[in-house]
């Protein structure tokens, strides 16, 4: 079973930047992809960024395109989401996820493990 444990939420103002992070449990995490997905109260659950841990092949949603990015740390075990120029409609609960199948899926069903959730809260 892998766990997946989420940190660096928070309340910024607008135009701030975050820094999120998922450690794993597990070493075989080196042959999943690895998610970011957000949900906003009353939406869906919803894509934000995704990378393939064997090649770093990254990819986003067009809304956070050119704000954030997604990057991993090999000899920790973590993936990172650096999010700049914050915005009020970024505000959501923000979930790490894993898949086994290392796709590029964009759909939350496909992927396998959830973190909890960690907040991150943009004020106008």
């Known amino acids: 079973q892998v766990q997946l444990v989420e940190s660096g939420g928070g309340l910024v103002q607008a135009g701030a930047s975050l820094r999120l992070s998922c450690a794993a449990s597990t070493r075989t995490f080196s042959l999943y992809t690895m998610g970011w997905f957000r949900q906003a109260p009353g939406k869906e659950r919803e894509f934000v960024a995704g990378?393939?841990?064997?090649?770093?092949?990254?990819f986003y949603a067009d809304s956070v395109k050119g704000r954030f990015t997604i990057s991993r740390e090999t000899n920790t075990n973590t993936v990172n989401l650096q999010m700049n120029n914050l915005k009020p409609e970024d505000t959501a609960v923000y979930y790490c996820?894993?898949?086994?199948?290392?796709?590029?899926?964009?759909?939350?069903?496909?992927?396998?493990?959830w973190g909890q959730g960690t907040q991150v809260t943009v004020s106008s």
């Open positions: 990378i393939r841990w064997s090649s770093s092949n990254t």
């Open positions: 996820a894993a898949d086994r199948a290392a796709g590029t899926s964009r759909v939350p069903s496909r992927y396998d493990y």
